[in-house]
């Protein structure tokens, strides 16, 4: 016999597989910078911003560069992009949600420089290094895809932990309550006992009422 995944856990994986096919290629475009548009790799990603800002981050630290922040791009300077790279590049990153309904997808600029080039001098028509951009962009959807789903796999065990949590409870519950009605039934137990007690004294009173009332004389 075959087993079956829980409902919840075939949700949680289709959303992780969908948002992996989700992820396209890198291609050529266009980015707004100073004094006008400029070429640049660009690529859209399934994954909130402040997730792909993280994850290019984490990226480039790994590699001992910090980023700086310049005129709404992250640059990371003197990177090579491979260990066979004898160039070292300026990386210009901007980073930007699609759209304000779209705030789960990613649009990614990539703009590749030489050291300390002034880039905004750069012609809208210049496409240098292009394709090194276009590759390195689509070399970062596999460490995307594996942080989102991290971050997943955490909230899913937050969300264990609180049904835990919650049957715990009602366990905890559970034995209380059967405690109250053992309680309970002791005190009916008691009271059944005291009740035919009390019968036998109310039938003991009542006689001896009925005794004295026996014992009047009639009136004349």
Not at 52 to 68: I, N, P, Q, T, Y
Not at 128 to 157: T, V
Request: aromatic share 4%; charged share 35%.
């Amino acid at each position: 016999m075959k087993k079956r995944l829980p409902v919840m856990g075939l949700i949680a994986a289709s959303l992780v597989i969908s948002a992996a096919a989700n992820a396209q290629s890198a291609s050529e475009g266009k980015v707004e910078h100073s004094n006008g548009k400029k070429a640049a790799a660009v690529i859209e990603l399934p994954y909130p911003e402040d997730e792909v800002s993280d994850v290019v981050a984490d990226a480039l630290a790994s590699r001992g560069v910090k980023g700086e922040k310049s005129k709404g791009f992250q640059i990371y300077r003197n990177v090579k992009f491979n260990d066979r790279d004898a160039d070292l590049n300026d990386l210009h990153f901007k980073i930007e949600r699609k759209s304000r309904k779209e705030k789960d997808i990613t649009l990614v600029y990539l703009l590749v420089a030489k050291p300390n080039e002034n880039v905004g001098a750069r012609s809208e028509s210049d496409y240098h290094k292009i394709e090194e951009a276009k590759s390195y962009l689509n070399s970062m959807i596999p460490r995307l895809e594996a942080h989102h789903l991290e971050l997943q796999i955490k909230d899913q065990e937050g969300s264990v932990q609180k049904a835990e949590k919650r049957f715990q409870s009602l366990v905890e519950d559970s034995v209380s309550y059967v405690d109250k009605i053992r309680a309970l039934e002791q005190k009916m137990q008691t009271n059944r006992t005291d009740r035919a007690a009390q019968t036998e004294e109310v039938k003991k009173q009542r006689a001896t009422l009925e005794a004295m009332r026996s014992r009047r004389k009639p009136s004349h």
